[in-house]
Every structure is written in C-alpha cells, then in structure tokens.
Nanobody, 121 residues
Framework: QVQLVESGGGLVQAGGSLRLSCATS????????MGWFRQAPGKEREFVAA????????YYVDSVKGRFTISRDKGKNMVYLQMNSLKSEDTAVYHC??????????????WGQGTQVTVSS
C-alpha cells in the first residue's frame, strides 16, 4: 500500500511563489522516480515534474521549466515542488505519485487528496 500526502497549496497572486510538499510512505520504490501532477478544472490530470530518488535527476514539462524546481529529501521520504513566477494557468489541484521515467505517467492508480493551488491574476 502506498501513502501520499500533499500539502502547501494556497491562494497566491500571479508572480508569487509556493512550495508544495509530498510525504511518502508505504510501498514506494526508492529506486524509482517521484513526480508531481496537476489537474485543472475541466481538464485531465497532467504531468508536471519528476525526480529520481537515487541521483536526483530531474525532468520538467516545458510549461514550467525555469519556474518550478522539484527536489527530494531521501532521509525524510519527502518530495517538494518549489513554484516561482506563478501564472493563472498554474491553477490546479497538485498531486504527487511515483513516476514511470520516460513515459511521464503515474505508476500507481492511487492518488492522495492533493493540494489546491490558486493563482489570481
């Protein structure tokens, strides 16, 4: 069983910053990758960023490159997403999950409650 608990969302003005956190526990494969996904109202969930547990190699979708930074704390089993220069189109519910590297999709069909990010213009 996998447990994923996201936090850190909120309401922020365009151009502002937020830092999301994901607490992981249970059957997480620590040799694999973790990532962030988001789902805006009326849209499908989309991949945002990923990081490998072991070496910290990162990958970002083009729309967030240069603005978002994903990181992990192996000792605390935490994954973070630092979001800067936020835009209204970043408004969504953000989720973390294990990531299939190269396919940029979630490994598990299980999703936590997510954390809401709302960017006002």
């Amino acid at each position: 069983q996998v447990q994923l608990v996201e936090s850190g969302g909120g309401l922020v003005q365009a151009g502002g910053s937020l830092r999301l956190s994901c607490a992981t526990s249970g059957r997480i494969d620590r040799s694999d990758a973790m990532g962030w996904f988001r789902q805006a109202p009326g849209k499908e969930r989309e991949f945002v960023a990923a990081i490998t547990w072991n070496f910290g190699i990162t990958y970002y979708v083009d729309s967030v490159k240069g603005r978002f930074t994903i990181s992990r704390d192996k000792g605390k089993n935490m994954v973070y997403l630092q979001m800067n220069s936020l835009k209204s189109e970043d408004t969504a519910v953000y989720h973390c999950n294990q990531v299939v590297w190269g396919q940029w999709r979630a490994r598990y069909d299980y999703w936590g409650q997510g954390t809401q990010v709302t960017v006002s213009s």
